[in-house]
């Protein structure tokens, strides 16, 4: 998979957080992906970037589009050097937190993209990799 030019958005508070949801949602539309997948997809960056400020206080998330084969799509890539994910199993299932939350965020997220990643470790860190796909013919 390849990727085109990265947005690099540094996540330190809610008001980052909604910058990278605009970044996303204005690369989704160069795309022409539907109103509703670019819903899901900012959504999606709203779960995995409030970890960020709720978990590692600080972080980074990196947008871009990426293409695959006859496949063209928004990848986002959410990664801090927080506490890490001691139970990365647990902690994908609905109603699991650490945090007060609902415990809804990980798993959620991972049912509104395509392609969902994570990567942690307890006192490394954690990314995690969201691929939103375009249902409508790439362009190249």
Do not use: C
Request: aromatic share 2%; net charge negative; glycine share 10%.
């Amino acid at each position: 998979m390849a990727a085109d030019a990265v947005s690099r958005i540094a996540i330190e508070s809610d008001a980052d957080v909604v910058t990278a949801r605009q970044r996303a949602r204005e690369l989704a539309a160069d795309l022409e992906l539907s109103s509703t997948d670019q819903t899901l997809l900012a959504t999606a960056i709203s779960e995995v970037a409030r970890n960020i400020t709720t978990y590692a206080t600080r972080g980074e998330v990196l947008v871009s589009i990426v293409h695959d084969e006859d496949r063209r799509g928004i990848q986002v890539v959410a990664r801090d050097h927080g506490p890490g994910i001691e139970d990365i199993e647990r902690a994908l299932q609905d109603g699991y937190t650490t945090g007060g939350g609902l415990g809804l965020g990980l798993p959620g997220a991972r049912r509104l993209v395509d392609d969902f990643s994570i990567d942690s470790a307890p006192g490394q860190g954690t990314t995690v990799t969201l691929v939103k796909w375009s249902r409508s013919p790439g362009r190249t």
